[in-house]
């Protein structure tokens, strides 16, 4: 099937209210035109140079979105034009966005990504400690980021079980952290080409496809 198809196959399954991300990573910039042409605009990926050079080479009504692992000192190359962040796993880096974003007159949207499997190899906020962070009220003074809502991954496993339990305590989390934000906190960014099904029984608002849609990834 084409990369057109993928999208609309998986686009006309989504219940009302839930955003496909089209996770574009390691691939190049003609499946990213081939999807675009289907009518897809918000599209992820996780390398910084990669999604500079993608977002100078494509149309400029793109939503890009950070999903990857980012470090502070690569904040400012996409603070002018990112969509959102989905992956803020610390205060730092939060900070420094924070800081990017005013530098450019921007307020960026982030996602604040929780670590909830107990695989080392997944990044994200230790929930206690992002507890404690807001609850110390340091999130308020940041007026150039907007925290939009959660994203999380659930355990890289075939047991459906352990993926249920894992979506679930990431909505979870997603609730219980609604106390310290306004209305724009509505986004719970969960599901990915093998487990999105699933994710959306659990209240995903936003699924973050790669594999399913563009093939496998050549590293
Ligand atoms: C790569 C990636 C995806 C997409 O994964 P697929 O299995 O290819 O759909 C989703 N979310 C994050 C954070 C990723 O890094």
Known sequence: MSIASKILEVRSAL?????????????????????????????????????VAKYEQLPKDIEWQMIGHLQTNKVRAIAPFVSLIQSVDSQRLLECINREAERCGRVIDCLLEVHVTDEDSKSGWDVSQLREYLNSGAVAQLKSVRIRGVMGMATFTDDEAVIRADFERIAAIKSELASHFDSHYNILSMGMSDDYPIAIEYGSTMVRVGSYIFGQREY
């Open 15 to 51: 219940p009302a209210g839930v955003e496909l991300v089209a996770v574009s990573k390691f691939h190049p910039v003609e499946a990213i035109e081939q999807a675009y042409a289907a009518g897809q605009r918000l599209f992820g990926e996780s390398r910084v140079q990669e999604l």
